[in-house]
T-cell receptor, first 111, second 115 residues
Framework: GESVGLHLPTLSVQEGDNSIINCAYS??????FIWYKQESGKGPQFIID?????DKRQGQRVTVLLNKTVKHLSLQIAATQPGDSAVYFC??????????FGKGTKLSVKP | ETGVTQTPRHLVMGMTNKKSLKCEQH?????MYWYKQSAKKPLELMFV???????ENNSVPSRFSPECPNSSHLFLHLHTLQPEDSALYLC??????????????FGDGTRLSIL
């Protein structure tokens, strides 16, 4: 079956550095992608999304890059802060409207 | 505050008990979802409701029974659960079900433990 997955299960960065979290997807027909952040004891929180007709989208301190050629998605966090420590999930929107989630990457920020 | 509220936050029950999980969304959305989140597994979609009609049942055992009385409320009725059903149960909603620009907004979940 087709799936969304993450290259790195854990990522540790120094406070103030930039973070890059990667995601590979296999469904070339997916037209919409979302990044979520999940803090301990909370549900996934929407961060940023991107449609397949774009290759880059920026938010506040976050940037999502989409490379459809290699079916790769990344989330860049600028000037990472301790409050960014969480598990990050990418998700792709399949044709029926359901989201398929990856397993997640845990980001730890060292002060 | 995500606009999606789940109660209770924690639930411990025996295998013969009957309980219900509740979800309420204050976003005016038309689609609502139940997910199961287990350790070291991706989020698993259980049920989808669109305009109060169940549109998807993702091969979920009958011991889980959803109910959507109106577009703002979603319940998950539980009975005769198994230990492997212990997990975080997440509710989500989106404006409509399908298409781009339809992010799902999640509640904080109910942590369910089966004794």
């Amino acid at each position: 079956g087709e799936s969304v997955g993450l290259h790195l299960p854990t990522l540790s960065v120094q406070e103030g550095d930039n973070s890059i979290i990667n995601c590979a997807y296999s469904n070339s027909a997916s037209d919409y992608f979302i990044w979520y952040k999940q803090e301990s004891g909370k549900g996934p929180q929407f961060i940023i999304d991107i449609r397949s007709n774009m290759d880059k989208r920026q938010g506040q301190r976050v940037t999502v890059l989409l490379n459809k050629t290699v079916k790769h998605l990344s989330l860049q966090i600028a000037a990472t802060q301790p409050g960014d420590s969480a598990v990050y999930f990418c998700a792709e929107n399949e044709s029926r409207g359901n989201l398929i989630f990856g397993k997640g990457t845990k980001l730890s920020v060292k002060p | 505050e995500t606009g999606v509220t789940q109660t209770p936050r924690h639930l411990v029950m025996g295998m013969t008990n009957k309980k219900s999980l509740k979800c309420e969304q204050h976003l005016g959305h038309n689609a609502m979802y139940w997910y199961k989140q287990s350790a070291k597994k991706p989020l698993e979609l259980m049920f989808v409701y669109s305009l109060e009609e169940r549109v998807e049942n993702n091969s979920v055992p009958s011991r889980f029974s959803p109910e959507c009385p109106n577009s703002s409320h979603l319940f998950l009725h539980l009975h005769t659960l198994q230990p492997e059903d212990s997990a975080l149960y997440l509710c989500a909603s989106s404006q409509d079900r399908a298409g781009p620009n339809q992010p799902q907004h999640f509640g904080d979940g109910t942590r369910l433990s089966i004794l």
